[in-house]
């Protein structure tokens, strides 16, 4: 497609009009030309998918904001983290978040008085757990895997990964209908206390540290007060 009123604009001018230019020479021609004006929404379109694949692609996971939120990072980690958390407006809402999901309580209360009491919960689900889980449920050097089911379908797949010097829970929820479990906070108990905290990701798949493999209480709560409670989580080694 040609230019209707040529000189087509050039790259620049597309990349200035994008950046909100209110040059009037610039917005009449777009007004007047077919083929630039669709030039311009296909740059605008590469602009979104681009901007959506590297959204918060340099923040920290849910999981490690959680950890720096509790002071459970090293003293370095905790520096980095901060440092970062001090510009990004959306870990410091994530944050607030996080604090206003745990009923805006103070970091030494959730350590001291965090014990394996689950909340109580119009909609609790005890999940029973089921060793046979199938063995492509999750993937890496693991110990499990094992399957949780409640009586309602939503069916938990658990293992666990030894990554460098920590251990983490990897999890994923699947469940059927229209239940949307992102965004659920997931804790993690063991030896009478919440170890740690992270939310449930857009496929339903979440990873929290463990301190060791000591048996575990998993909690997963959404916003609506929904929650599902595995007990006496035990892996083979």
């Known amino acids: 497609m040609n230019c209707s009123v040529p000189p087509p604009l050039s790259d620049e001018q597309i990349e200035e009009l994008l950046d909100g230019s209110t040059d009037p020479t610039l917005i009449?021609?777009?007004?007047?030309?077919?083929?630039?004006?669709?030039r311009l929404k296909q740059a605008k379109t590469f602009e979104t998918h681009l901007k959506a694949r590297l959204y918060r692609w340099d923040c920290p996971t849910s999981d490690i904001l959680a950890d720096y939120d509790m002071n459970l990072l090293s003293e370095s980690?905790?520096?980095?983290?901060?440092?970062?958390?001090?510009?990004?407006?959306?870990?410091?809402?994530?944050?607030?978040?996080?604090?206003?999901?745990?009923?805006?309580?103070?970091l030494p209360e959730i350590q001291t008085r965090a014990v394996m009491q689950p909340r109580k919960s119009p909609m609790r689900s005890i999940a029973k757990i089921s060793k046979q889980a199938p063995a492509t449920a999750l993937r890496g050097k693991t110990a499990g895997p094992i399957m949780a089911q409640t009586d309602s379908g939503i069916m938990l797949f658990l293992e666990?990964?030894?990554?460098?010097?920590?251990?983490?829970?990897?999890?994923?929820?699947?469940?059927?209908?229209?239940?949307?479990?992102?965004?659920?906070?997931?804790?993690?108990?063991?030896?009478?206390?919440?170890?740690?905290i992270a939310k449930v990701g857009d496929m339903g798949d979440f990873r929290c540290?463990?301190?060791?493999?000591?048996?575990?209480?998993?909690?997963?709560?959404?916003?609506?007060?929904?929650?599902?409670?595995?007990?006496?989580?035990?892996?083979?080694?």
């Open 28 to 38: 009449d021609h777009i007004a007047n030309c077919v083929s630039c004006a669709v």
């Open 209 to 237: 540290k463990i301190a060791d493999t000591s048996p575990i209480m998993l909690e997963i709560s959404t916003e609506n007060q929904q929650t599902i409670i595995v007990e006496n989580l035990v892996f083979d080694e």
């Open 160 to 196: 666990i990964h030894s990554e460098a010097t920590q251990t983490i829970l990897v999890g994923q929820i699947v469940s059927e209908g229209e239940q949307n479990w992102e965004g659920a906070l997931v804790k993690v108990f063991q030896v009478q206390q919440i170890q740690s």
């Open 77 to 106: 980690e905790h520096k980095r983290i901060a440092k970062h958390v001090e510009t990004c407006p959306h870990c410091q809402s994530e944050i607030r978040d996080l604090r206003n999901f745990l009923n805006d309580d103070s």
